[in-house]
C-alpha cells in the first residue's frame, strides 16, 4: 500500500527565505505527483504536477522535482512571501487516485 | 477561470439522517472524484466516476454511500444515513484526463450530531 510522507509537519520561516519542503512515498510505481496547497477551512488548490517521466516543474517562484526511483519530490519556494503561509500537500497516483500526505504547515513571518 | 463549485459550503444533520452534497465538476472534464478529510487527518479518497459509471471506489465508500450525476453538470454524493465518524470535509474533484491535473472544489463540511 502506498505510505506518503511529508516532513516537516510545520515550518516557521522569516519572510524572503527560500525553503524545501519534503515529500516520499513508499511504491515508485506512480504516474505523476502533484503539489497541493490549503487555506484554513479551504479547498486544494493545484500548485504543480509532474508526470512520471518529468525530473521538475516551475511555476513562478515554485520549483518541484521528482525522483520515482529514490521515492522522493521536494517544493521549493524562493523568496518566501507571507502570503505563501498555509498547508502544502503532496499526493501520488498510482492507479489514477491520488494519495495524499499529511502536509507541511508553513508560516511566513513578515 | 473555471472551477469546480460546491454545495452546501457547512450542512449539518442528525444522526440517522440522509445528505446528498452537490457538485458542478469544470465543463469539459470527464473523470470525477470525492474525497474526504476528518479534521485533523489525511486526505482520503472514496470514489471515482467516468462515463456515468463508478470506476473505483475506496474501503470507505460502503453501501451507505452512493453517487450519481443526474444530467450533464451535476455530480452527487449522498449519504443513505449519516453517522457521527462521517463528519468530515468532503471535497468534489474532476479533470480532463484520467492521469491529468485534479482540480478540487472548495469542499462541504458535514456535522453528524
Known amino acids: 500500500k502506498q505510505e506518503v510522507t511529508q516532513i516537516p509537519a510545520a515550518l516557521s520561516v522569516p519572510e524572503g527565505e527560500n525553503l524545501v519542503l519534503n515529500c516520499s512515498f513508499t511504491?515508485?510505481?506512480?504516474?505523476?505527483l502533484q503539489w497541493f496547497r490549503q487555506d484554513p477551512g479551504k479547498g486544494l488548490t493545484s500548485l504543480l504536477l509532474i508526470q512520471s517521466s518529468q525530473r521538475e516543474q516551475t511555476s513562478g517562484r515554485l520549483n518541484a522535482s521528482l525522483d520515482k526511483s529514490s521515492g522522493r519530490s521536494t517544493l521549493y519556494i524562493a523568496a518566501s512571501q507571507p502570503g505563501d503561509s498555509a498547508t502544502y500537500l503532496c499526493?501520488?497516483?498510482?492507479?489514477?487516485?491520488?494519495?495524499f500526505g499529511t502536509g507541511t504547515r508553513l508560516t511566513v513571518i513578515p | 477561470e473555471p472551477e469546480v463549485t460546491q454545495t452546501p459550503s457547512h450542512q449539518v444533520t442528525q444522526m440517522g439522517q440522509e445528505v446528498i452534497l452537490r457538485c458542478v465538476p469544470i465543463?469539459?472534464?470527464?473523470?470525477f472524484y470525492w474525497y474526504r478529510q476528518i479534521l485533523g487527518q489525511k486526505v482520503e479518497f472514496l470514489v471515482s466516476f467516468y462515463n456515468n459509471e463508478i470506476s473505483e471506489k475506496s474501503e470507505i465508500f460502503d453501501d451507505q454511500f452512493s453517487v450519481e450525476r443526474p444530467d450533464g453538470s451535476n455530480f452527487t454524493l449522498k449519504i443513505r444515513s449519516t453517522k457521527l465518524e462521517d463528519s468530515a470535509m468532503y471535497f468534489c474533484?474532476?479533470?480532463?484526463?484520467?492521469?491529468?491535473?485534479?482540480?478540487f472544489g472548495e469542499g462541504s463540511r458535514l456535522t453528524v450530531l
Open positions: 474533484a474532476s479533470r480532463v484526463a484520467e492521469a491529468g491535473e485534479l482540480f
Open positions: 465543463s469539459n472534464h470527464l473523470y
Open positions: 499526493a501520488v497516483m498510482p492507479n489514477y487516485n491520488l494519495f
Open positions: 511504491d515508485s510505481a506512480i504516474y505523476n
